[in-house]
């Protein structure tokens, strides 16, 4: 069955960095689009980014020019580079993939980020 696994969050200290991964497993097909969203407490789900096959870029106002994407599609792996963290960039963040417009999303389990001092 079609996964996808994350890893590299934690605790980082404001104006810090994290890296996180979301690599597909079980995959018989390759995602046309993977993205982020993240969800903090108490508060509805955000997306954040996200990167077509072709390598095409959107964020979310509240990360742009602090978190980039990037995907490596000989693995149907998916990252995002998260610089100057911020408090309020504490969130689970959520892995998704796309296979076609019509289809259900695929998505992570989860990876918990929290920011601070």
């Known amino acids: 069955q079609e996964q996808l696994v994350e890893s590299g969050g934690g605790l980082v200290q404001p104006g810090g960095s994290l890296r996180l991964s979301c690599a597909a497993s079980?995959?018989?097909?390759?995602?046309?689009?993977m993205g982020w969203y993240r969800q903090a407490p108490g508060k509805q789900r955000e997306w954040i980014a996200s990167?077509?096959?072709?390598?095409?870029?959107n964020y979310a106002d509240s990360v742009k020019g602090r978190f980039t994407i990037s995907r490596d599609n000989t693995k149907n792996t998916v990252y995002l580079q998260m610089n100057s963290l911020k408090p309020e960039d504490t969130a689970v963040y959520l892995c998704?993939?796309?296979?076609?417009?019509?289809?259900?999303?695929?998505w992570g389990q989860g990876t918990q980020v929290t920011v601070s001092s």
């Open positions: 998704y993939g796309r296979v076609s417009v019509v289809a259900p999303l695929y």
């Open positions: 079980g995959s018989i097909f390759s995602f046309n689009a």
């Open positions: 990167i077509t096959s072709g390598g095409s870029t």
